[in-house]
């Protein structure tokens, strides 16, 4: 059976500059009857292995490391046994979160996942975080995006260690290069395509 795509909407709290939001994720899992992987981990890790439905967890991968997208990351890792796979660049937001752990994997531009007879490559896309990044699957015609590109332009940049010019060059030159038919999954909302959101790049 060839690699499909699941998605798990995961609600939860979204904690900026000392306020609680409401917020909803978006978990995307990639993988066939078998194995999986699971591309971020927020708030609730039952969720998230009720979404896996017993299959093996082959990785843990963080787009990056605001909080709503690593709350549960420990809690998955413990149930799954999988290791977590996260960029060093944002550290920092890992440690205020989980200060007493580490994940076991660095994540970097070229890293490159196989699951399910598909690869997956990270992609570098820093400006919403320094180490945010996104996962490209050729074969899946996708792109997850994490917060770095939703459907109607870029991710918010107006967090500590967010930079707007920063995450303009990213989706310029590492996701708008991409083919236009690709889909663009995202860490919150609704899927778009590479093709939609180059209007919305300024």
């Not at 960029?87 to 076991?104: F, G, K, N, Q, Y």
């Not at 490209?136 to 770095?148: M, S, Y």
Request: hydrophobic share 40%; charged share 20%; with cysteine.
């Amino acid at each position: 059976m060839a690699a499909r795509i699941d998605k798990a909407v995961v609600s939860g709290v979204f904690s900026l500059d000392g306020q609680d939001f409401d917020v909803e994720n978006n978990v995307w899992l990639v993988g066939d009857d078998d194995e999986v992987l699971v591309i971020d981990a927020p708030h609730d890790a039952a969720s998230i292995v009720e979404a896996v439905g017993g299959r093996r967890v082959t990785a843990i991968v963080l787009t990056h490391g605001h909080n709503d997208h690593i709350t549960a990351a420990v809690d998955l890792r413990e149930a799954t046994g999988a290791p977590i796979w996260f960029h060093p660049a944002d550290r920092m937001l890992w440690d205020v979160v989980h200060p007493d752990t580490a994940p076991e994997e660095d994540l970097a531009e070229g890293t490159r996942f196989t699951v399910a007879g598909t690869t997956l490559t990270a992609l570098h896309t820093p400006g919403h975080s320094p180490g945010s990044t996104c996962l490209h699957a050729p074969d899946l015609a996708t792109v997850f995006t994490g917060d770095t590109l939703f459907c109607g332009g870029p991710g918010a940049t107006g967090r500590s260690y967010s930079d707007h010019p920063t995450i303009l060059n990213s989706i310029r030159s590492r996701l708008l290069t991409l083919h236009g038919d690709t889909v663009v999954r995202t860490g919150h909302g609704d899927d778009t395509t590479i093709s939609a959101e180059i209007s919305h790049v300024q």
